[in-house]
């Protein structure tokens, strides 16, 4: 007897169910109570010819959800980003502040070797008004005297508008002017004062203290960065000079030449420790300890401490070999000076025998 093929299968799969399961669940939003609905059907294929049907069932769930806090923070503002540049080894901070008078926020500390200016508004309703009251509103510009440039909340295109008007107040301009960049996150509903992230920084908000501790840190990487490769590039002209020496067995600098190189490493390293202040606690991290932590958050965040260790080391490296070249030197001229005077002997023995000579033959 033949069997339909809806029997065949029953006789050869007694014990196949296959089930599929739909779910359709409703989103919600945290701090809102909502209705989660659940819609489930069930296939269910059996060997028993009673249960060869499409069973469907629909439940329906209600239950009030707790608020859940988001993972991620809200009311997050606009991202404020932050450039530091180093084009000169000087600017002339009274002439600045004398140009731009009504841009010059006035210091509340005794901090003399910046300046802090604000320009404007970014928001087109407050342009003019001047109530300039969060950090992301407006813009700011840190100047330092040792060359550092800070620009807060500066576009793209304004940039060279900002540091035109500290280029007619500096002096010893670079060819290759040293650029960086930062960020700033401002967080109302940050849960710390203060958090670290990938070349970015989120805070609950930023006022004018944090813009000078922010200014602070990024002005002195972006100059310890510059006086970094004019150490290096000294390193590296003491290190052809002993690869010549070493194929050689001598060299060939000058005098003027050495005594430039050690005048430049002795001002280099006076310039990070003296103009840049390196080791000088901000004034405003000695006063609150907010301002502290995001000081020293930064400074770990750029190794300033750990660069300037290698700077010291590579100074120490060049002061070495200045030591032996002038060594050198200092015995190269007395040897010369030996051989004037072992000349001047001969010729005053060369004199004394000539005139022993002439006398007798006068004499006879």
Same mark, same amino acid.
């Given at each position: ?32 109570? $909502? ?14 010819? +009673? ?5 469907? =069932?629909?439940?329906?769930?209600? =239950? ?6 988001? /993972?991620?923070?809200? +009311? ?14 000087? $600017? ?5 502040? #004398?140009? +731009? ?7 509340? /500390? ?9 320009? !404007? ?14 950090? /992301? ?15 807060? +909340? ?24 040293? @650029? ?38 990024? !002005? ?11 150490? #290096?590039?000294? $390193? ?12 050689? !067995?001598?060299?060939? &600098?000058?005098?003027?030449? %050495? ?11 006076? #310039?990070?420790?003296? @103009? ?53 030197? =200092? ?12 000349? %001047? ?7 004394? $025998? ?7 033959? &006068? /004499?006879?």
């Amino acid at each position: 007897m033949l069997r339909s093929p809806v029997e065949m299968w029953r006789h050869h799969h007694h014990s196949t169910a296959i089930h599929l399961k739909t779910s359709n669940t409703s989103r919600f939003l945290p701090s809102q109570n $909502v209705t989660i609905k659940i819609t489930r059907t069930i296939l269910s294929l059996s060997s028993d010819p +009673n249960h060869n049907l499409i069973l469907s =069932q629909s439940e329906s769930l209600q =239950q009030s959800v707790r608020t859940i806090p988001p /993972s991620f923070p809200v +009311n997050i503002q606009p991202s404020i980003p932050v450039r530091a540049y180093f084009f000169s080894t000087s $600017v002339d901070l009274r002439s600045l502040v #004398d140009r +731009n008078r009504p841009n010059f926020i006035p210091l509340a /500390s005794r901090m003399t070797n910046y300046v802090v200016l604000r320009f !404007g508004s970014t928001k087109p309703e407050a342009i003019g008004s001047g109530a300039c009251i969060s950090g /992301s509103d407006c813009r700011y510009m840190v100047v330092f005297q040792y060359g550092s440039i800070v620009l807060f +909340n500066v576009g793209d295109d304004e940039i060279d508008g900002y540091l035109k008007i500290v280029e007619r107040n500096a002096s010893g301009l670079l060819h290759e002017m040293r @650029k960086d960049e930062y960020e700033v996150k401002e967080i109302p509903t940050l849960d710390t004062w203060m958090r670290g992230g990938l070349d970015h920084i989120m805070l609950q908000y930023l006022n004018i203290d944090g813009i000078r501790t922010i200014g602070s840190v990024l !002005g002195q990487s972006i100059a310890l960065d510059y006086y970094v490769r004019q150490v #290096d590039g000294m $390193v590296g002209e003491f290190t052809d000079i002993n690869r010549g020496m070493e194929k050689t !067995g001598t060299f060939t &600098m000058k005098r003027k030449k %050495l005594f430039q190189l050690v005048g430049k490493a002795n001002s280099n390293l006076a #310039d990070v420790i003296l @103009k840049l202040g390196l080791f000088e606690r901000s004034d405003i991290a000695w006063k609150d300890a907010k301002y502290a932590q995001i000081w020293e958050y930064l400074r770990d965040e750029f190794e300033l401490t750990q660069r300037f260790a290698s700077l010291d080391f590579k100074l120490k490296f060049v002061e070495h070999n200045i030591r032996f070249l002038q060594e050198i030197l =200092q015995n190269r001229k007395s040897d010369f000076l030996e051989w004037v005077i072992i000349i %001047l002997i001969c010729a005053e023995i060369l004199i004394s $025998v000539y005139d022993i000579g002439h006398k007798s033959l &006068m /004499s006879l």
